[in-house]
Every structure is written in structure tokens, then in C-alpha cells.
């Protein structure tokens, strides 16, 4: 047996991690005082409806160490005969929560070999859907080090592009400076980014969001081409819209299958609204 822990970033919805036994470990958003467990006591839709009530911009923190020790010692307890437990996770250059993770590994000695702890290099549902292909994957009996090898070759074979409407949270989140934020919102700039190597990173900057639609399926048929690919779009308060563009990536892409899925509010909080992104994985 080999169980799957990840986080909340991870967007996956909760039925399917009930149905599937995944362990899914919050982050944590604040919005003043008050502290909520993504995906456990916030949603996006609660989220957004906050920061209107509030005006609050929301602050995001990683699980603690206690967390994931308490959940490690949940599943060995839980199944004694497990063969091992993959812990998958955000990005370190996005989050301390891998820290907490291996921090955990190292205070349950007698487990330590059996937790493999992997930093993802990337989030939200970019890693829900490496996550999915590795259930299906353990579902048709692959071995522990046949899972990790095409684990890690899933996580090399994924693109990731995004955009947002407003600098004004990523300037927020400490991810950009206050004269980039301010230079962007005057001339109305939409940028167009991407996760590389683990962490946030400029590709285009352009005028409208029609202009950012067209040159976002442009730069990533550019970087799959033809080959099948799983791919999904993420959106925020925008699912309609997000929607429309999927029916254009169907015939665009090669696409094997593809997700609609929601931002988590811990990314929502760095993001803001009207953000959208689409993942591709590519297939043999």
C-alpha cells in the first residue's frame, strides 16, 4: 500500500480525496485575526465575499511541523503495513511548507525511511493533476520506485502559464515592487507569468485581456505542440469566462482530458480576482 499526503494547494476537490484516501494538509489565511484552514474552513467563494466585507487583503501562512507529524503518525498508525507514504508539495520557493514537512520527517525516526517528502515546483491544481495521474497509477498497481520515477517525470513534463488582473495582490505578497504595481495599474499592463524552477516568473506584459487570452494559448501550443497532453484550466472568481476558453484550448490543444478547477484561497490571497491559468502535462 502507498498513501499520498499533499496540501491544500493542491485544489483537489474533497470528494475525490475522500474517495481516494489522500491526506491533504492546510495552509493556513488570515484575514486581520482571524484565521481560517483552507480548504477546511474557507472557500473561494467565502473568500472573496470576506474581502468585500472586510477590505481586508488576506495573509497566507504554511502548515506547522505538528501538522504534518500528527498526520504521518495518523496514517502509519492507521496502516502499519504501509510500504510508503509520498508527500507532495507547493513549491519551496512559494512556501516554507515543505521545511515543515521534512521537519516532521526527521522527529518519527522509525518511519523516516518509509516518507518520501517531494518539492513539486509548482501548486495549485498543476500539482492536483500530477496527483490524480499517481492514484491512477498506484489503481493499476505500479511499484513504489516505479511511482516516484514517473512522479518526477510528470513534474519535468509540466507547463504552467497564468495571468492576473490586478498587480495589486502580488505586490501585496511581497512578489513584486510597489513601483511595478503602480506602473502596471496606470498603464493597465496584464502580465503574462509562469511557474520556472519552482518560483514566479515574468514571460510577456500586454494591454488588454483578450490580447493576454490569445498570447497565453499561443506561448503554450509553442511549448507542446502537437503532443497528447492532460491539461486544465484554473480560475478565480471567473469560471464562465474561464469556461468559454477551455472550448477554445479543446481545439487548439491535443488534448487526452481536460479540468476546470478553482485557485485555492491561500494562492486567491497572492493572485487576487479575475486571475485564470492553464497546465499542461505532457504525454508521451
Known amino acids: 500500500m502507498i498513501k499520498i499526503v499533499t ?3 493542491s485544489a483537489l476537490p474533497k470528494d475525490y480525496v475522500e474517495e481516494h484516501g489522500i491526506y491533504v494538509v492546510p495552509l493556513k489565511v488570515a484575514f486581520g485575526d482571524e484565521v481560517y484552514r483552507d480548504g477546511v474552513d474557507i472557500f473561494p467563494d467565502m473568500f472573496f465575499k470576506k474581502i468585500k466585507e472586510t477590505g481586508i487583503f488576506p495573509k497566507t501562512s504554511q502548515p506547522s511541523v505538528e501538522e504534518f507529524y500528527q498526520t504521518y503518525s495518523d496514517i502509519f498508525n492507521k496502516y502499519p503495513d504501509v510500504e510508503g507514504v509520498i508527500s507532495i508539495h507547493i513549491s519551496s ?15 518519527l525516526p522509525e518511519y523516516k525511511e518509509k516518507i518520501y517528502i517531494i518539492d513539486s515546483k509548482i501548486t495549485e491544481f498543476a500539482l492536483g493533476l500530477i496527483i490524480i495521474q499517481m492514484v491512477r497509477a498506484i489503481e493499476k498497481g505500479m511499484s513504489l520506485k516505479e511511482l516516484l520515477d514517473f512522479t518526477n517525470k510528470m513534474l519535468n513534463n509540466t507547463e504552467v502559464l497564468f495571468t492576473v488582473d490586478t498587480l495589486e495582490y502580488l505586490y501585496r505578497g511581497g512578489r513584486i515592487g510597489a513601483a511595478q504595481a503602480w506602473m502596471g495599474s496606470i498603464l493597465q499592463i496584464k502580465p503574462i507569468l509562469e511557474l520556472k524552477n519552482g518560483i514566479i516568473e515574468p514571460v510577456e506584459r ?13 506561448i503554450m501550443k509553442e511549448r507542446v505542440g502537437d503532443v497528447p497532453v492532460i491539461t486544465a484550466l484554473a480560475y478565480s472568481d471567473n469560471y464562465e469566462e474561464v469556461k468559454e476558453i477551455s472550448e477554445e484550448v ?9 479540468f476546470l478547477a478553482s485557485f485555492s484561497c491561500t494562492i486567491l490571497s497572492h493572485i487576487g480576482p479575475g486571475s485564470w491559468g492553464i497546465i499542461c502535462l505532457k504525454g508521451e
Not at 494591454?207 to 499561443?218: A, N, P, Y
Open 7 to 9: 496540501d491544500s494547494t
Open 93 to 107: 520557493g512559494l512556501s516554507g511548507t515543505i521545511g515543515s514537512a521534512n521537519s516532521a520527517r526527521e522527529l
Open 206 to 218: 500586454v494591454r488588454t485581456k483578450q490580447k493576454v487570452k490569445d498570447r497565453i494559448l499561443e
Open 250 to 258: 479543446k481545439k487548439k490543444f491535443n488534448v487526452l482530458e481536460l
